[in-house]
């Protein structure tokens, strides 16, 4: 079993900065990427970004492209989401996901929620104007 764990949500201003934290732990040699997802009130939840463990490959929704960035840290097994620039728009609950198979490196593969297993408990960011 694969657990993980999100945090590092807060509030702040327009432009400001925050950066997400995630951590797995259990079978972590079962999963293979993790995923950023937010969800703000009233909409579905939607695909950030994505890192691929053995590769560091990297995917993003275009809304955030230029601004956020995520990166990892094999040997603590944390993933990271620093989120620059920010908008009101982005204010959401964000959620990290395990996913415990092989995904095609594209975004069709690894932007739909569904193809993810395990998900932390969520992080509520808020942006305001």
């Known amino acids: 079993q694969v657990h993980v764990a999100d945090s590092g949500g807060g509030w702040v201003q327009t432009g400001g900065s925050l950066r997400l934290s995630c951590v797995s732990s259990?079978?972590?040699?079962?999963?293979?990427?993790i995923g950023w997802f937010r969800q703000a009130p009233g909409k579905e939840r939607e695909f950030v970004a994505a890192?691929?463990?053995?590769?560091?490959?990297?995917h993003y929704a275009d809304s955030v492209k230029g601004r956020f960035t995520i990166s990892m840290d094999n040997a603590k097994n944390m993933v990271y989401l620093q989120m620059t620039g920010l908008k009101p728009e982005d204010t959401a609950v964000y959620s990290c996901?395990?996913?415990?198979?092989?995904?095609?490196?594209?975004?069709?593969?690894?932007?739909?929620?569904?193809?993810?297993?395990?998900w932390g408990q969520g992080t509520q960011v808020t942006v305001s104007s």
């Open positions: 996901a395990a996913s415990g198979r092989v995904l095609a490196w594209t975004m069709d593969f690894v932007s739909p929620p569904a193809k993810y297993d395990y």
């Open positions: 259990g079978r972590t040699h079962n999963h293979y990427s």
């Open positions: 890192i691929r463990w053995s590769s560091g490959s990297t």
